[in-house]
């Protein structure tokens, strides 16, 4: 690995922009490793808004696994994208991406590092087969309306990225927003676009009123378009701690033909930082090494940072109401309301409210303080609440769990394991377990022993004692498990065999 780094970070530019024939292949390159506390309660840390239906029949991530279909221009596009992702977020993005017949190659990250070194670590996947693609960066979690006019856009970009530029994707502003970052525009080049003169982080509501109004600003999309030997080589530049641990950890990572586990200890070498600070802030500069560019992109942006973002990039009803699931309004005006736990929810006579119901938390909020909610959600970790972490449904590789009740000393969940899958092989030092089973066929391991339970059936899993669930049969298996013992955590389990890998 470390001849293919030094070969793409020598790379020369001025090659390939002599070379008008050359055109290498684009790599859709998906960032899903956010949290999206703005979206609270329906996103949590454990499954965070790309993993949610927030518009539309499919997920964020889905949606944005299909952006690239229909892609047409002369370049050659890659089959499948490449997903970077959390270790805790890898089977349900593995999930996602079966459902919707996407054979995506999936990046999993030891830890969270920011934006900057997961799309380093993407980069350098890109050149290990010898290639130096383009790479297509996007996040996860955005909305985009107009695919026809993307495409047009990414085109674009992919041609100034030829050439050997950083681009990223601007979006011409609708308003004065304060909750996105800006780009100076800077001088004038082909097919509308334009040098990137600087950064601006989110503004104060009276400075982004004054960056509308002079039309030198535009709203930053978040997507970027570079080729991957041209972003090493910026990175081993103006970031060569994170570069070094990157090319460390996926030196040393496990391959697979599904996905990629940088080596933990190389990559929590690395610092965190975004795209935008690691390198893009750099490039504006007037003794800058890279060119930064930035093409327009006008097809329907939002990044759904907020419930407000929600409410703008969705339909609406004559009084500018918007809502998702079971929805009644009643002289209710400008307001965005969603059921996610199944319930009638009612709004009578609300104005410019954000109200959000869900199996186990309820917000109801003024669509001018939806910036707030970020802020709420520290509160409720700092509190020590589950309600920041997790849903009362939990999803695994084996299937999921619904926490039924919980109290001092016991904890109930509904337990449902998919045909032929298993839970690990575990114990708890802290607690024991009533299986009862609803539902299904269960192959129950409990120290030494292993036996069959059916319907009606029950067992007991002491303290301590290595157990196993299992569905040995043809339909899903449903049991009541009721715990007991001094401390109730998810984090009260030791592996000791795991057929998805995870580990205690």
């Known amino acids: 690995m ?3 780094t030094a070969a793409a970070a020598a790379m020369d530019v001025e090659a390939t922009q002599q070379n008008a024939l050359d055109f290498p292949p684009l790599v859709q390159v998906i960032l899903a490793g956010g949290a999206g506390t703005r979206l609270w309660p329906v996103s949590r840390e454990q499954f965070p808004k790309q993993l949610i239906d927030v518009i539309g029949n499919q997920t964020l991530l889905q949606s944005t696994m299909g952006r690239m279909a229909g892609f047409e221009g002369p370049w050659d596009i890659a089959a499948d994208p490449v997903v970077v992702c959390g270790a805790e977020h890898y089977f349900a993005t593995y999930e996602q991406a079966r459902e919707i017949g996407v054979n995506a190659r999936i990046i999993v990250e030891p830890a969270r590092r920011d934006t900057a ?3 380093t670590l993407a980069a350098l996947n890109a050149c290990a087969g010898g290639e130096d693609a383009i790479l297509v960066a996007m996040p996860a979690d955005h909305a985009i309306a107009n695919l026809e006019a993307l495409h047009h856009a990414i085109d674009s ?3 100034h990225a030829q050439k050997g530029a950083i681009v990223t994707l601007g979006v011409p502003p609708e308003r004065a927003d304060t909750g996105f970052g800006y780009i100076r525009l800077g001088g004038v080049l082909q097919d509308g676009a334009r040098r990137i003169e600087r950064f601006v982080e989110k503004p104060a509501a ?4 004054q960056y509308v109004e002079s039309g030198n600003y535009w709203w930053n999309s978040g997507i970027f378009v570079v080729r991957a030997s041209r972003w090493l080589s910026a990175i081993e530049q103006f970031q060569p701690e994170m570069h070094a641990a990157c090319v460390e950890a996926y030196r040393d990572a496990k391959k697979t033909d599904e996905c990629v586990i ?6 929590l070498r690395s610092p965190s930082d975004s795209i935008d600070y690691a390198v893009m802030e750099q490039l504006g500069k007037p003794d800058a090494a890279f060119a930064g560019v930035v093409v327009p992109l006008e097809a329907g942006w939002s990044d759904l940072g907020s419930w407000d973002a929600v409410w703008h990039a969705m339909e609406k009803d004559e009084c500018g109401n ?5 929805v009644l309004f009643e002289g209710a005006t400008a307001t965005y309301a969603r059921s996610q736990g199944g319930r009638l929810l009612a709004c009578v006579g609300t104005n410019n409210l954000i109200v959000i119901e869900t199996d186990d938390a309820v917000l109801v909020a003024d669509r001018s303080h939806v910036e707030d909610i970020k802020g709420l959600v520290s509160r409720i970790r700092r509190e020590k609440s589950p309600e920041a972490d997790a849903h009362r449904k939990v999803r695994r590789p084996w299937g999921f769990y619904d926490s039924v009740d919980h109290g001092d000393r016991f904890q109930v969940k509904r337990i449902v394991v998919m045909p032929g899958a298993r839970l690990s092989l575990q114990m708890h030092h802290h607690r024991a377990e009533h299986w ?3 539902s299904g066929t269960a192959l129950v391991t409990r120290g030494e022993e292993q036996f069959l339970l059916g319907e009606n059936e029950s067992t007991y899993i002491p303290l301590g004692v290595h157990h196993r669930l299992e569905n040995p049969g043809r339909v899903p298996l449903q049991i009541i498990e009721v715990q007991s013992g001094t401390y109730l955590g998810e984090d009260d389990i030791v592996r000791f065999d795991d ?3 995870r580990c205690s």
């Open 2 to 4: 470390g001849k293919v």
């Open 117 to 119: 070194p997961a799309l």
């Open 157 to 159: 970009a992919a041609a």
């Open 206 to 209: 009276e400075l982004a009123a």
């Open 262 to 267: 940088p080596e933990a200890a190389g990559f």
């Open 322 to 326: 918007a809502s998702n699931g079971r």
């Open 436 to 438: 009862v089973v609803v």
């Open 499 to 501: 057929k998805y890998g």
